[in-house]
């Protein structure tokens, strides 16, 4: 496992716990952004690419 794939799992897990946090207190915002890094960190885990990289391809998406 290298640092990239490392990360991604971490952001994974900060990305559950926001969710958890955002359901707990009713606070729709940190759910969001609970979810959002927990799919980030999920693409990063599989493509081996950094944060920017991957916010990148998601901007990129919005774009088309």
Known sequence: M???????KWKRVK??????YGEWF????????GKFDEIVGKMQEKSGKT????????RNWKEE
């Open 2 to 8: 290298n640092k990239l794939e490392l990360e991604g």
């Open 15 to 20: 990305g559950a716990v926001k969710q958890k």
């Open 26 to 33: 009713d606070n729709d915002k940190v759910f969001a952004e």
């Open 51 to 58: 944060r920017e990289e991957i916010e990148d391809v998601i």
